[in-house]
């Protein structure tokens, strides 16, 4: 006779009932058919994604997160074809890991071509940088709120003018115009080219 502790029991019980109210939504689910079609052409479907992007282990990685996708927010409609739709959602999150990918990697090559570039300087030229940085903060604090809004927006979260537009409840003229003063503010006080 097997004697399982407590503390094990109260573990083996939290995971059956977490596998079983998972299996209940996805059994009732409408679209349970798409995960059902997933498991059942998880194979074919990694190997549709590693054809398009060439790594087994991003593949799966992508499927993956397609599943969990699914589970968490089933589509509101019926889909009549699975497997076409599972192959469409795959084909597009791999896109967007690739890219997510290609953006930290910039980002990593960047902040290492600064350390770089920071530890072959003396100490003047930090404290200029710092100084001309403290420069750049107080300029952009006090231009006004909807310029300042504007240019953060665009150049510090890369936001296009049209969403800008769109969060402000602005037209993208009124964008434009807010980003032109901003920078021309910015170019004449801290006497940079932007």
């Known amino acids: 006779m097997i004697f399982i502790c407590e503390k094990n029991q109260s573990q083996l019980r939290y995971w059956i009932s977490r596998i079983y109210s998972l299996a209940t939504v996805l059994l009732t689910s409408e679209n349970s058919s798409l995960v059902v079609t997933l498991v059942y052409h998880y194979d ?61 990697q910039r980002h990593i090559a960047d902040m290492q071509a600064t350390a770089i570039s920071f530890s072959t300087h003396d100490g003047a030229h930090m404290l200029h940088f710092k100084q001309r940085l403290a420069e750049l903060i107080t300029i952009i604090e006090q231009l006004p709120a909807r310029q300042r809004q504007v240019f953060l927006l665009h150049r510090l979260h890369q936001m296009p003018q049209q969403e800008i537009a769109d969060e402000l409840g602005i037209s993208r003229n009124m964008v434009t115009q807010h980003f032109g003063k901003a920078i021309a503010t910015i170019q004449r006080a801290w006497g940079v080219s932007l």
């Open 44 to 104: 074919h479907l990694v190997s549709y994604v590693r054809h398009h992007f060439g790594d087994r282990h991003f593949a799966q990685d992508v499927v993956h997160d397609v599943c969990i996708a699914l589970i968490e927010r089933p589509p509101q409609q019926v889909v009549h074809t699975p497997l076409a739709f599972l192959q469409h959602l795959l084909k597009h999150r791999a896109i967007d890991r690739c890219r997510n990918d290609q953006v930290q």
